[in-house]
């Protein structure tokens, strides 16, 4: 059971968010805790998308997600990728789910939460997209 809250609030002209509690491991309880359209970190997703794809990036392919699998179990592969996060977006009406390796819930077990977590969106029909660090 997932106890991880968000808050977003202004700071003068800063937009602080705070995550707090733990993440889910549950990827039922994942599709309960979807973000909208408008995420809190990203603003609109669509746009966020666009962005994405005008640096030359693209959804994640079957084979890159099974790369992520098999070989995602070291914090090096992250880093070596540039990685920030994985976007989980559904087409229709962009829904989404973010899993990010600097989370202490990702890095655990081998990075489980994140390989299993983006490989049950792919399933469901998500896209897939890659946040870079930079």
Same mark, same amino acid.
């Given at each position: 059971?997932?106890?991880?809250?968000?808050?977003?609030?202004?700071?003068? @002209?800063? @937009?602080?968010?705070?995550?707090?509690?733990?993440?889910? %491991?549950?990827?039922?309880?994942?599709?309960?805790?979807?973000?909208?359209?408008?995420?809190?970190?990203? %603003?609109?997703?669509?746009?966020?998308?666009?962005?994405?794809?005008?640096?030359?990036?693209?959804?994640?392919?079957?084979?890159?997600?099974?790369?992520?699998?098999?070989? %995602?179990?070291?914090?090096?592969?992250? @880093?070596?990728?540039?990685?920030?996060?994985?976007?989980?977006?559904?087409?229709?009406?962009?829904?989404?789910?973010?899993?990010?390796?600097?989370?202490?819930?990702?890095?655990?077990?081998?990075?489980?939460?994140?390989?299993?977590?983006?490989?049950?969106?792919?399933? @469901?029909?998500?896209?897939?997209?890659?946040?870079?660090?930079?």
């Amino acid at each position: 059971m997932s106890t991880m809250k968000v808050e977003c609030e202004r700071v003068g @002209k800063t @937009k602080v968010v705070a995550l707090t509690g733990e993440m889910t %491991g549950d990827y039922n309880e994942m599709m309960n805790e979807l973000g909208n359209k408008f995420h809190c970190l990203f %603003g609109n997703i669509e746009k966020m998308i666009g962005k994405i794809k005008a640096d030359g990036s693209d959804k994640l392919t079957i084979d890159e997600i099974n790369h992520l699998v098999t070989n %995602g179990k070291i914090r090096e592969f992250y @880093k070596e990728k540039n990685i920030w996060g994985y976007l989980c977006v559904r087409p229709s009406d962009y829904a989404n789910y973010m899993f990010s390796p600097i989370d202490s819930e990702n890095r655990d077990n081998n990075f489980a939460r994140i390989r299993g977590g983006v490989a049950f969106f792919y399933n @469901k029909g998500f896209d897939i997209y890659i946040i870079p660090s930079s």
